[in-house]
């Protein structure tokens, strides 16, 4: 009996979750090195998932939570000032992200997320989410490449400063392919749902992997993006006590 209390306890106070507490609406097949073999999941949301139980997520065992905050230099997320505060409240490590808008100066969207994502209280690092978005109604451009990785390197240095922290970048293997987006200093966030990481981007470090856009998560309406911390349970809690401040 005293062992089975050991063993529950230790699941409870350990930050991580296995793949098989999470479902997922349309599961892949990724082999040996798939999600399961992480010892450290989380989500990343937006309006998208309406009000989310954060009590119900910290339960589930989520382990972070990336929460969109702003688009371009004029648009926040409606959810993002409840989310902000509801996953802070209920013990989830939190980081704020912002989609890259490419019709509007790089200065003008790091200072429009300042503006919108408080600086006290402990977070992750914030994130640049930098990805083509064919649907946009206003921005279709594709800059080069070179012009691309200048606007990043910008953005991420007026928030890097503003923080303290070195913002970490978000993209997809489309962008990544075309824009080299790889070459910027920054920790990498990457997408990738019907390969690993190592089959997408060969040889290219990355510390959080977005492995599904369609996952089942206790406390969140519908599919949710659900990732992977790239290490062991004590890794993470090493890599949290030098980026969640």
Avoid at 10 to 21: F, G, K, N, Y
Wanted: net charge positive; glycine share 8%.
């Amino acid at each position: 009996m005293l062992r089975v209390f050991i063993i529950c306890l230790i699941s409870l106070i350990t930050p991580s979750v296995s793949a098989e507490r999470f479902g997922d609406y349309d599961p892949v097949d990724f082999g040996p090195r798939g999600p399961a073999s992480y010892a450290v999941h989380g989500i990343d949301v937006a309006r998208f998932q309406n009000e989310i139980d954060w009590r119900r997520v910290a339960l589930s065992g989520a382990a972070f939570a990336f929460i969109k905050a702003t688009e371009g230099g004029d648009l926040k997320d409606p959810q993002f000032d409840r989310n902000w505060q509801l996953a802070a409240r209920h013990g989830v490590p939190r980081g704020a992200y912002h989609f890259y808008y490419f019709c509007t100066a790089p200065e003008v969207q790091a200072r429009w997320f300042i503006r919108n994502v408080p600086k006290r209280g402990k977070a992750l690092p914030p994130v640049l989410d930098m990805e083509w978005n064919p649907f946009s109604p206003t921005c279709t451009v594709r800059p080069p490449g070179a012009e691309v990785r200048r606007q990043a390197e910008i953005f991420l240095d007026i928030v890097e400063r503003h923080y303290g922290q070195r913002p970490i970048v978000y993209t997809t293997p489309e962008f990544y392919a075309q824009t080299g987006i790889g070459q910027v200093r920054a920790e990498f966030w990457l997408r990738s749902v019907a390969k690993t990481p190592d089959q997408v981007y060969p040889g290219h470090p990355w510390v959080f992997w977005q492995y599904t856009g369609t996952g089942i998560v206790p406390g969140v309406e519908g599919g949710v993006d659900i990732n992977v911390f790239r290490g062991s349970v004590g890794a993470w809690r090493r890599w949290l006590r030098q980026h969640h401040k």
